[in-house]
């Protein structure tokens, strides 16, 4: 398993931009597919984005599509969350989660999937 913590968030107002990182320890990361989700208040947690272990492949909730995008870097153990014209019902904790897998072009969307997860960073949009 590996150890995710999240970073970036904050306060925003509608229409900026924020970039959150997740980094992650250990030697494997590049073996690792990825995911961010985020739950407002509420008991659900949404999907967000994900990405496979190569960077291939990325796949989006169509609730961020063509706002958001994720990205990786395997030399520094990091995927990144860049998000553009942020809306109030952005407003989240997000997190990052990490899957183990062999196939370099997989990328995974369900909770169950994942089996790492960090502990959050709030992003609040304001109006």
């Known amino acids: 398993q590996v150890q995710l913590v999240e970073s970036g968030g904050g306060l925003v107002q509608a229409g900026g931009s924020l970039r959150l990182s997740c980094a992650a320890s250990?030697?494997?990361?590049?073996?690792?597919?990825m995911g961010w989700f985020r739950q407002a208040p509420g008991p659900e947690r949404e999907f967000v984005a994900a990405?496979?272990?190569?960077?291939?492949?990325?796949y989006y909730a169509d609730s961020v599509k063509g706002r958001f995008t994720i990205s990786r870097d395997n030399a520094k153990n990091t995927v990144y969350l860049q998000m553009n014209s942020l809306k109030p019902e952005d407003t989240a904790v997000y997190y990052c989660?990490?899957?183990?897998?062999?196939?370099?072009?997989?990328?995974?969307?369900?909770?169950?999937?994942?089996?790492?997860w960090g502990q959050g960073t709030q992003v609040t949009v304001s109006s």
């Open positions: 250990g030697r494997t990361f590049s073996r690792y597919a």
């Open positions: 989660a990490a899957r183990r897998t062999s196939n370099g072009g997989n990328y995974y969307y369900t909770e169950a999937d994942f089996g790492s």
């Open positions: 990405i496979s272990w190569s960077g291939s492949s990325t």
